[in-house]
């Protein structure tokens, strides 16, 4: 899928879903799904529908895929590991389920900003995603 394409599709989901949720900052969450995806193309999206690599954690009662992932847990050191992730059925469910995973108490803290940086910063500080460069790399 083309770039500006996956932008098109995914863009106005992420805008319908954002206001149902007080998610303000709609250029985070696309900025998100491209990074996290690789543009719609990493298997776990392109396959699975899951283009915020959300992993299942103890709530989730859907269907889920084990794969691998790097995560950073000290500054510049990649370590691989294996984990279960969400599987929806469609862009549209999980774009849904990225707006129904953020309603956990830990990112209550995000409804209402409005500046992405801002969101970023706060989302990655919540617990959302391991690597020292997240924010940089979605802006």
Not at 22 to 51: F, M, P
């Amino acid at each position: 899928m083309a770039r500006a394409e996956f932008i098109d599709q995914i863009a106005p989901l992420i805008q319908r879903y954002a206001p149902e949720y007080d998610i303000r900052a709609c250029s985070a969450v696309i900025a998100q799904a491209i990074l996290e995806s690789g543009w719609g193309e990493s298997t776990l999206a392109a396959k699975y529908h899951n283009y915020f690599g959300m992993k299942c954690g103890t709530k989730w009662t859907g269907a889920s895929v084990n794969m691998t992932t790097q995560e950073e847990y000290s500054p510049g050191t990649l370590t691989t590991i294996s984990d279960n992730f969400r599987v929806f059925d469609s862009m549209e469910a999980g774009v849904r389920g990225y707006f129904e995973f953020i309603q956990l108490a830990r990112y209550q803290n995000l409804r209402g900003i409005t500046d992405p940086r801002t969101y970023l910063q706060t989302i990655k500080d919540d617990g959302y995603a391991t690597s020292s460069s997240y924010v940089a790399n979605c802006m």
